[in-house]
């Protein structure tokens, strides 16, 4: 299976939101983010590690101007991906990307030697909800919780409210943990909320649970239990996953 020439398809996409098109001068600057999700083919997978490796050197001896990460799950029955991920630009980004790619052609050596190696090839870009969002500076972690939930079809309006009061009375009442808010760009409407941890023990839930905190936020537990009802009925569904962020295979 061959990708195509550059990480990325021409950028021709519309982002809908609730069944709403938003024009581009509504998002915020620096706020996309560009993902690959790659499954090796079957047994392949050191060989695939080996040879990815040498490409990110490559890339590096090219100059790359993005950063990517790369995670794997550790839960579920699909461990045998690879998240590919490179944040934060604007829509001029993947313009500035395109041309770095086709200027230093660092797909020639991906095709040679990594791409046999490839079964299936996945990509996504996501909008960052930097309002909604707190995320510490000079963050370290290893793993990453991230919930994906299905919005329901006019659902999206008032789910972003609902996410807006969940947030603040996070921000306004310390809530130990950092998190980023993201939508995708495209397809199904997804909403994705990513936690970031130093470990398994910090994964414990805090001694004082979320639905608790809302209430001392709102000043009544009713108000908060039907705020928590009220943001369960804007979802379809909802999936849970566990990262590890491979930091022997990022750039």
């Given at each position: 299976?061959?990708?195509?020439?550059?990480?990325?398809?021409?950028?021709?996409?519309?982002?809908?939101?609730?069944?709403?098109?938003?024009?581009?001068?509504?998002?915020?600057?620096?706020?996309?983010?560009?993902?690959?999700?790659?499954?090796?083919?079957?047994?392949?997978?050191?060989?695939?590690?080996?040879?990815?490796?040498?490409?990110?050197?490559?890339?590096?001896?090219?100059?790359?101007?993005?950063?990517?990460?790369?995670?794997?799950?550790?839960?579920?029955?699909?461990?045998d991906?690879?998240?590919?991920?490179?944040?934060?630009?604007?829509?001029?980004?993947?313009?500035?990307?395109?041309?770095?790619?086709?200027?230093?052609?660092?797909?020639?050596?991906?095709?040679?030697?990594?791409?046999?190696?490839?079964?299936?090839?996945e990509?996504?870009?996501?909008?960052?909800?930097?309002?909604?969002?707190?995320?510490?500076?000079?963050?370290?972690y290893?793993?990453?919780?991230?919930?994906?939930?299905?919005?329901?079809?006019g659902?999206w309006?008032?789910m972003?409210?609902?996410?807006?009061?969940?947030?603040e009375?996070?921000?306004?009442?310390?809530?130990?943990?950092?998190?980023?808010?993201?939508?995708?760009?495209?397809?199904?409407?997804v909403?994705m909320?990513?936690?970031?941890?130093?470990?398994?023990?910090?994964?414990?839930?805090?001694?004082?649970?979320f639905?608790?905190?809302?209430?001392?936020?709102?000043?009544?537990?009713?108000?908060?239990k039907?705020?928590?009802?009220r943001?369960?009925?804007?979802?379809?569904?909802?999936?849970?996953?566990?990262?590890?962020?491979?930091?022997?295979?990022?750039?």
């Open positions: 299976m061959n990708i195509q020439k550059r990480w990325f398809p021409s950028l021709f996409i519309a982002l809908i939101v609730g069944g709403m098109l938003l024009p581009p001068l509504a998002w915020a600057k620096e706020s996309l983010s560009d993902s690959w999700i790659m499954t090796p083919k079957d047994g392949k997978s050191m060989e695939f590690e080996q040879a990815f490796k040498k490409h990110v050197a490559r890339r590096a001896e090219l100059n790359d101007p993005r950063s990517w990460r790369v995670y794997v799950p550790v839960l579920g029955d699909e461990l991906r690879y998240v590919i991920r490179s944040c934060c630009f604007g829509w001029q980004g993947f313009d500035e990307y395109r041309q770095w790619s086709e200027d230093k052609d660092p797909m020639t050596d991906w095709q040679k030697n990594v791409d046999k190696l490839v079964d299936k090839y990509h996504y870009f996501s909008m960052m909800d930097m309002d909604n969002s707190k995320w510490a500076d000079e963050l370290t290893k793993y990453v919780g991230v919930t994906h939930y299905t919005v329901k079809q659902h309006r008032a972003e409210e609902d996410k807006k009061i969940l947030s009375a996070a921000k306004v009442q310390k809530w130990p943990y950092s998190w980023s808010w993201e939508s995708s760009v495209g397809g199904a409407s909403l909320l990513a936690v970031p941890y130093k470990s398994y023990a910090e994964m414990e839930p805090p001694e004082t649970g639905a608790k905190m809302l209430a001392m936020h709102l000043g009544s537990e009713d108000k908060a039907q705020t928590l009802e943001w369960a009925s804007h979802f379809e569904s909802t999936h849970y996953a566990l990262y590890e962020w491979r930091e022997d295979l990022s750039m």
